[in-house]
């Protein structure tokens, strides 16, 4: 069972080798830090979480890198309107995304650059560039000549007579920005100092960054000059990507990245999330609102990676429903192991992880291995049910131990973990003492057929959320 990957690079699907046996470096470009994270964004850091989880199963030591983009032209007119500083702006929201991503279950990176932290870096990696050919200033600017580069838009696919200059660079000729520029198409290293505005020393002058060439620095100064896993969102792969390659394997003449991923986008509705439209969704407004964590989670991962989702009312029900049936599966051992005198470790059903792997080999296919998740979860949910009403098991006390075990490690690789509910401490609730002496006193009271009292005790303790289950082998109970 191999792992391919779809490579955007090459547009095939491709067996998974790495740089160096048994490690991998990933790098994932994060947020620009001026709001509050989206379900965009959820998205997509569920799904590299999930694949970086996955590829520690499988045995590889990963070192994950994730930037954030703390110096930008949003971030200088948030700072503006609020009458703040660019630093305090992006400390804000930096602040708000562990938070939000905390709340998802978001293990955090091994590490997260910045690129005010990174000056030093990216004013070396321009300065390379200006010696090899793939950099000229220009009033205090610094550009990259994209004609320069003869594998341009081999990542996006674009030719070069139809592209547009990219996102932070849009075609105006009265922009004195534009009329510095050699082609159309080439785009910004460096930026000269504007009044008030956060500026760094350099060769050309004080100035700030570009947006493309913060990533190029950052993989290379933390990573190398190629790593393995490059990944971000669909928007990202043309210019931001494109660029990055160009900038990157100009300076060193190696690949930037063995394998460059790409998930798909986020619509609401059926329509692009966007502040106009009303339907802009951060995380933190969603899980107010009291959608479990869980379930965002289980919402992603139900399709593939690469394919757009529509968030939907209808199919966060949908998925609040399934993750009931997760949940209760992943309960099981924490509510039912100690009457069954389940051992310290047990372990897993290898036919069952065979058959997860079988599917997310498949190109990172979480959603085709969910399915074996709900097998196990059902299993136990049936035996569950009849250890609720007969006393005992179908199958043997061991192998329920075993499947609830598997299920749990699969669960762990999607970040699905369930939680016990909070209990009533036992000075402010009924003890397990007190339920057994009001069982003894119903069972006396029935023997004497005094119903009245029996019913009462029922009632007493079903208020309390204790139920009674009456069988052939006596009475027992279970907290709701």
């Known amino acids: 069972m191999t792992l391919t990957v779809y490579n955007t690079l090459t547009r095939r699907q491709e067996p998974f080798e790495t740089v160096e046996p048994g490690k991998v470096k990933m790098y994932y470009c994060g947020v620009t830090v001026y709001d509050y994270c989206h379900l965009g964004h959820a998205r997509a850091c569920i799904v590299w979480d999930v694949v970086r989880r996955y590829l520690q199963f499988l045995g590889y030591q990963v070192r994950f890198v994730q930037n954030f983009t703390d110096i930008d032209d949003k971030i200088l007119n948030r700072a503006q309107k609020e009458h703040s500083s660019m630093e305090a702006v992006s400390e804000r929201f930096i602040q708000a995304y562990f938070e939000d991503m905390r709340r998802l279950g978001i293990k955090d990176a091994d590490e997260y650059p910045r690129a005010t932290h990174t000056i030093n870096g990216i004013v070396r990696l321009i300065h390379e560039l200006e010696n090899k050919g793939f950099a000229y200033p220009a009033d205090g600017d610094v550009y990259y000549p994209v004609r320069q580069f003869a594998e341009y838009g081999k990542l996006s696919g674009r030719k070069l007579e139809d592209m547009q200059a990219g996102a932070s660079e849009r075609v105006n000729v009265d922009d004195p920005e534009y009329q510095k520029k050699r082609d159309p198409f080439d785009f910004v290293l460096w930026k000269a100092a504007k009044a008030g505005e956060p500026a760094w020393e350099s060769p050309w002058g004080q100035g700030r960054p570009g947006w493309h060439i913060e ?179 179908e199958i043997s006390s061991a192998e329920l131990q075993s499947k609830w075990q598997t299920l749990v490690t699969l669960a762990q690789i999607l970040g699905l973990e369930a939680k016990m509910e909070a209990q009533t401490p036992q000075n402010d609730g009924i003890s397990d003492a007190e339920i057994e002496a009001l069982i003894q006193k119903r069972q006396d009271a029935r023997k004497a057929k005094n119903f009245a009292e029996s019913d009462r005790i029922r009632d007493e303790l079903q208020a309390q959320g204790i139920t009674l289950i009456d069988s052939r082998e006596g009475t027992r109970w279970h907290r709701n």
């Open 215 to 393: 990533c190029s620095a950052m993989v290379r100064d933390r990573l190398g000059e190629t790593i393995d896993i490059h990944a971000g969102g669909e928007d990202l792969k043309f210019p931001h990507h494109e660029n990055e390659i160009a900038q990157s394997e100009a300076v060193t003449g190696k690949p930037l990245a063995r394998y460059w991923l790409h998930n798909g986008m986020v619509k609401v509705d059926g329509e692009k999330m966007s502040k106009s439209l009303g339907n802009f969704i951060t995380i933190r407004e969603l899980l107010d609102q009291g959608v479990d964590p869980m379930v965002v989670r289980l919402f992603v991962l139900g399709a593939h990676y690469t394919k757009p989702i529509d968030f939907t009312d209808e199919g966060i029900a949908d998925k609040t429903n399934s993750w009931q049936t997760l949940k209760e599966g992943l309960l099981f051992g924490y509510e039912y192991g100690k009457q069954l005198a389940w051992e310290e470790s047990s372990t897993i059903e290898n036919s069952y992880v065979e058959r997860f792997q079988q599917a997310v080999n498949d190109d990172f296919n979480f959603s085709a291995g969910l399915p074996v998740l709900f097998e196990l979860a059902k299993e136990l949910q049936r035996q569950r049910n009849i250890l609720v009403h007969e006393g005992k098991t």
